[in-house]
């Protein structure tokens, strides 16, 4: 069965920095795009960041350019988010998702899995 675990979320202080991960299986890894979002109480759900299949190309929201950095390691089916000069508004549930396109999509509908999330919280 297909699933797609993250971690690494948690407390910290604003400025600071966190790393989430999304290990995955039951799935081909490295035939999928890969995402993440976050979604804030009373909030829709928001675009962070999306990397293609083989890691090339990478696109970030606006607000997460200069301070966010998506990757992947196909060999080790999981996928990073690096989160440095972190700000309360930063604070929302993340989620990993899996998109089989070759393209990474900004659109939540265009992804096929989904993690069940982890949550960050940045104080000031």
């Known amino acids: 069965q297909v699933q797609l675990v993250e971690s690494g979320g948690g407390l910290v202080q604003a400025g600071g920095s966190l790393r989430l991960s999304c290990t995955t299986s039951?799935?081909?890894?490295?035939?999928?795009?890969m995402g993440w979002f976050r979604q804030a109480p009373g909030k829709e759900r928001e675009f962070v960041a999306a990397i293609s299949r083989g890691g090339g190309a990478t696109y970030y929201a606006d607000s997460m350019k200069g301070r966010f950095a998506i990757s992947r390691d196909n060999a080790k089916n999981t996928m990073y988010l690096q989160m440095n000069s972190l700000k309360p508004e930063d604070t929302a549930v993340y989620y990993c998702a899996a998109d089989f396109t070759a393209h990474a999509s900004s659109w939540s509908g265009e992804y096929d899995y989904w993690g069940q999330g982890t949550q960050v919280t940045v104080s000031s």
């Open positions: 039951g799935l081909a890894f490295s035939v999928y795009a």
